[in-house]
C-alpha cells in the first residue's frame, strides 16, 4: 500500500492547516433542512458530487471510508491528469458529513482536500472544501500560480454542482 507524501495527514479535520502549503477555502451554501443535508451528505461521500463535476472516479469502495483508495482524473485527452489517492478520515455525524483524502505517489500535488456537508442550526446545509497542496510533479511546478487558481475554480464547480444534485432530489421528492 502506497504511503501519503505529506507529513500532515489529517490536518484538514481539525487544522490548522500547516504551513509551506498554498491553502484552499471555499464554502457553499447548497440547500435547507434535514432532507437536503441527507442528500448532499451522500452524493459528496459516495462519489456522485465529483462524477456529475466532470471528475472521473475510480474507488476501491462504493462509500468514503478511511483507507478507500480513490484515483481522480481531470482533464481532456492528452491532457487528463490522474490523481491517486486514499481517505484520511470520514464523518457520518447527526450534522456532519464528509471525508478528506490525501495525496499519493504520482499525485501531481502533495496535500490533503476535504469535503464536509454541515446542517446549521438555522437549516441551511453548507457545503466546504478546505485543502493545503504544492506541487509535486514537474507540470505542477511549471503550471504555478496557475494551480492554485484552477483549485478555487473546481471548488466553486462542487458546490454549484452539489446544489444542483440537492436542488433535483427536492424536486423528485415532491
Known sequence: MSTFTYPEVGATRLGPLPDGYNHLHHRTRVGRGRADFETAGAAVTEWRMHRTGGAGVRASAARAEAGVSVRVSLGIGPFRFTAPCRVVWTAYEKDRIGFAYGTLVR???????????????DGAVWFTVMAFSR??????????PVVPVIQRWYARRLGTTLRRIVTEDRGARV
Open 107 to 121: 499525485h501531481p500535488e502533495c496535500g490533503e482536500e476535504s469535503f464536509v456537508v454541515e446542517l446549521a442550526d
Open 135 to 144: 506541487p509535486a510533479a514537474w507540470h505542477a511546478r511549471l503550471a504555478g
